[in-house]
């Protein structure tokens, strides 16, 4: 299968990123943030700078993600000046997706409110009343920047945002028919936060033609306490789920890229030694 790498996981270093690519042999690279920017804010030259970088390892970018929309809130309405800022960002990740031959840009959901839906008296008493029906309208415009780009947007399964699960990720593309543009960016570790197991669960939900990109780090969660742990790969709770997730990729022929998200750390803020420390299994696993 393809495999990548968050670049900034490593370095922000784009260049030092992309040799320790090189030593473990990881293809597609992902770019978050490079330097002390987020892609879509930088300017022609240092993006003509990270082209050429990557031509020269031979490394194709297999996507651009920014937090499109992140931070936003069932308040806000499409056109206004938060969104017009997102929707600006986006056209910029666009142009920087086309210079850099990237075929995805990823998107993020507003903040999240805790039900959504419910019956038996929760639709009175304790359902967010037009939280959902806030947001298709707020990515509508996205999508339809992107499908007249050409580009292909996923949004991503987020910790804390509208879309937490791969059910409520298929029921946005499905209530904006928008399939064709938005797939879905599957963080199964995000998504241990609202309990939807990853494997079989989670993966059957994305059947069909929803699946466009993959995040792959390992987590601890624990909702009552409101805490949050990653740890190396095979040490949390999707342990046990990596392969038979993997083996499910490969029977279905995935297509798409499966990237490691290095966000953990052995205790002392390494991120580097961290990836380092993951890798193998990743290879092991999913290559």
Known sequence: MKLGVICDGISRDLGHALHV????????????????????????????????????????VSCLSRHIFAGMTTANRPGDALHVKHMDALKRVIEMAHTLGSPLVRIMTSKKEQILWGAGGAEKWNV???????????????VNLARAEGLRLVVETGNGTMVNSNYTARKLIDDLDAK?????????????????????????????????????????????????????????QLGPLFQPIADALRADAYEGVISLESVYHP?????????RSCVGMFKEVFA
């Open 180 to 236: 064709d543009t938005l797939q879905v960016l599957w963080d199964p570790a995000n998504n241990c936060w609202c309990h939807e197991l990853a494997y079989p669960d989670g993966y059957e939900t994305l059947r069909g033609g929803y699946l466009g990109h993959v995040h792959i780090k390992d987590v601890k969660v624990d909702t009552p306490r409101a805490t949050l742990e990653v740890r190396q790969m095979g040490q949390g």
């Open 128 to 142: 967010a009343h037009g939280a959902w029906d806030s947001l298709p309208p707020l990515i509508a415009p996205a």
């Open 21 to 60: 690519m090189d030593e473990f042999g990881l293809e597609y690279a992902e770019l978050q943030f490079v330097g002390d920017k987020e892609v879509g804010d930088h300017s022609a030259r240092e993006i003509a700078a990270m082209k050429t970088l990557l031509e020269d390892h031979g490394r194709p």
């Open 267 to 275: 205790g002392n803020g390494d991120f580097e030694a961290g990836f």
